[in-house]
């Protein structure tokens, strides 16, 4: 109080300066809650692909999209739902990682130039082996061998594929074979992806055969044992050293002349980790550099994801959001509070003040008995046009019903219904002609004894 005093008996063109200050050094922070957020929202990244998506897996929320949901060629990013529903028959009992299976003549009809570890005829391998030449090269051929020992026939796989990606919630997906060879008709999107990838990254052994950078498959009955190296150079670099990049993890690449080169990812860097997807990025020359922009624009996006965003706690578990009239209780209100924290991944220069909370209550009163963490309604934060989460307002304290309000108003209301009107207005009308007959009779009456007493001269 006495500073406020102090800055009150300035002389006036001093004070008008001190704020003329003020109003300059607090610019750029207002600046942040103007021109509709654009100070708040980091620049576009503008990722160099076709279609590009990057997912907060903690939230779920999307953080960056280019056309991502946009009908797509994924190439090889098809084995990924190869491997899901390979996975979900050995978690259903229907196959083991240690069962043999003996590939079939469909290996013999596949390209020869497509991505291969020779797998032949009549070779007996292990599913989890299988898997490994799956994801790790992205072998053909053990996609088809897969696909024939889940569903008896590549046909009968292909529509377990169609049916899973539409449970998955993929509208923009359509597949025609295992292994992702082109077909005009076989394509998704960068989030059908992304939802494709986040039911297969719940089986811990994807994780870890799409994160390995080498791996040597024992010798089978046609073949000495292979070597394997991953096709991802984010996390091998026993190729081409340029790309690697130890935050990421995973997932899985692709490569087509048509599709052209595409990469699903993880990283993960202080306590954020991201999916990321990039389809149908080129392969450009840079001077005598050769880059493969599914791996430079990947690990772009990974750095424009973790230097431009933040947790930040938005409300607090128990936090005051508005205040509720409370009806037949001698507490007149309670307090709507928070019912669990809301945190989520926001632009770094964004503030909890700067956010809104849209509000919806059960309505605009409520009646007693309040029990203490009843559900009164939601509050939604967002800013700038993105809503960030909802959470359940509760009440902070019980309000006990008064017997006496309760009495009180249900008298009221009987006394305002028209049938208790009508009702009274009938009784009321029968009592006035009950009142009028019985002072005609006692008028009468009245008149008969004052003659019976005279008996004249």
Known sequence: MKSYCKIHRLPRFFAAFLALLLTLSLSPLWGFASEEGQAVMPPDPNILANGALLVDLKTGKMVYGKNEHEELYP?????????????????????????????????NTLPADGSTVGLKEGEVMTVRNLLDCLLIPSANEAACVLAVAVSGSVDAFVDAMNKKASELGCKNTH??????????????????????????????????????????VPATNKSQERALLNTNYLICNRRIPDYKNPEVHGVKTGSMSQSGHCLVATAERNNKRFLSVVMGAERVQEGKRTVIRSFSETTRLFNWGFDNFRYLTLLDEGEPIDEIPVALSRTDHVTAVSGAPLEALVPAGLKKDFTERTIQLSGDSIEAPV??????????????????????LISSHEAELSKFLQVEKQAIELAQKPLVWAIAGVVGVAVVALMIRNAIKNRRRARGSGFSGYNGR
């Open 371 to 392: 029990a203490e963490g009843q559900k009164l309604g939601t509050v939604t934060v967002s800013y700038n046009g993105v809503e960030y989460g909802t959470v359940d």
């Open 75 to 107: 190439a090889s990013l098809t084995k990924i739902m190869t491997a899901l529903l390979t996975l979900e028959a050995i978690d259903s009992g229907k196959l083991g990682f240690q069962r043999e299976i003996t590939a079939g003549p469909i290996v």
């Open 175 to 216: 597949f025609v074979n295992p292994h992702g060879l082109h077909d005009p008709g076989h394509y998704t999107s960068p989030w059908d992806m992304y939802l494709i990838t986040r039911e297969a990254m719940k089986y811990p052994t994807f994780m870890v055969i799409c994160d390995t950078d080498r791996v040597v």
